[in-house]
């Protein structure tokens, strides 16, 4: 693990991580506006940042608040957009789900929740969960390394939509099929809130996530429909269902 330089904190609506220092590299996630990253390494205006969930990138500086070393991370807001507009000193612009306010934002147009009350507003509970994902990503393109409804990858619909209903996971496909525990076998006896991965590689290394509505349907993000999709796995006429069957790996529970 790499030594702490610091702490910052995301100052952009959306803030890209890079696989590496340049802007020409590739997008391998995001951060959002008041969320607290570890400082890990500096260089040439860019630093190696961690986010609360332990991944890793780069970020350039121009995104950041960045903090002395000393310093603990920042404090969190105490407003959580659910997509929504905000004017601040005079100028407006967008906040994305779970991007946290500034204190003196005010509020211009859509939905904001007082962090207070997230954890009643969002229950751990699969129905919860799944209403979330098709309420607030419904017509999302797919983007990768996207974690918002502007633009996500399956593992970000994942991860966004189970920390609003607090419950971490990790950011990839592959780390989010190590979480919780086996759940069944066959993708359409699924309950409701499990995840189901799939493979589209000869060694079987899982590069698709998906949440299950139950009844042998599953919610996604698929660059196979371009983003956002309800499938129902019953479905013996669509060929593209058929191959995600042939690609399943297993199921996870995580609730």
């Given at each position: 693990m790499r030594p702490v330089a610091g702490t910052g904190v995301v100052h952009s609506p959306v803030a890209p991580l890079f696989d590496e220092p340049r802007v020409s590299s590739v997008q391998i996630s995001q951060l959002l506006a008041g969320h607290p990253?570890?400082?890990?390494?500096?260089?040439d205006g860019w630093w190696c940042v961690?986010?609360?969930d332990r991944y890793e990138g780069w970020m350039h500086r121009g995104f950041l608040h960045a903090r002395d070393g000393g310093e603990g991370a920042p404090r969190a807001r105490e407003r959580l957009s659910l997509g929504c507009t905000v004017d601040r000193g005079g100028m407006r612009r967008a906040l994305p789900l779970r991007a946290l306010l500034e204190p003196d934002d005010r509020l211009v147009g859509g939905e904001i929740i007082d962090v207070a009350e997230q954890a009643r507003l969002f229950p751990r509970d699969a129905a919860a969960i799944t209403r979330s994902a098709r309420r607030y990503f419904e017509g999302t393109s797919y983007l990768?390394?996207?974690v918002t409804p502007w633009g996500a990858d399956c593992s970000g619909l994942v991860q966004s939509t189970f920390a609003l209903h607090g419950v971490p996971l990790p950011r990839?496909?592959?780390?989010?099929a190590s979480a919780g525990v086996p759940a069944d076998v066959d993708p359409l006896t699924a309950r409701e809130g499990d995840l189901l991965f799939f493979s589209d590689?000869?060694?079987?290394?899982?590069?698709?996530?998906?949440?299950a509505l139950g009844a042998r349907a599953i919610v996604h993000l698929a660059?196979?429909?371009?983003?956002?999709?309800?499938?129902?796995?019953?479905?013996?006429t669509d060929p593209y269902v058929a191959t995600l069957l042939e690609r399943?790996?297993?199921a996870r529970r995580v609730l």
């Open positions: 990253v570890e400082l890990l390494e500096a260089r961690r986010g609360v990768w390394g996207g990839d496909a592959w780390q989010q590689r000869v060694d079987r290394h899982i590069t698709h996530v998906a949440i660059l196979g429909r371009g983003g956002y999709g309800i499938e129902h796995l019953d479905d013996a399943f790996a297993c």
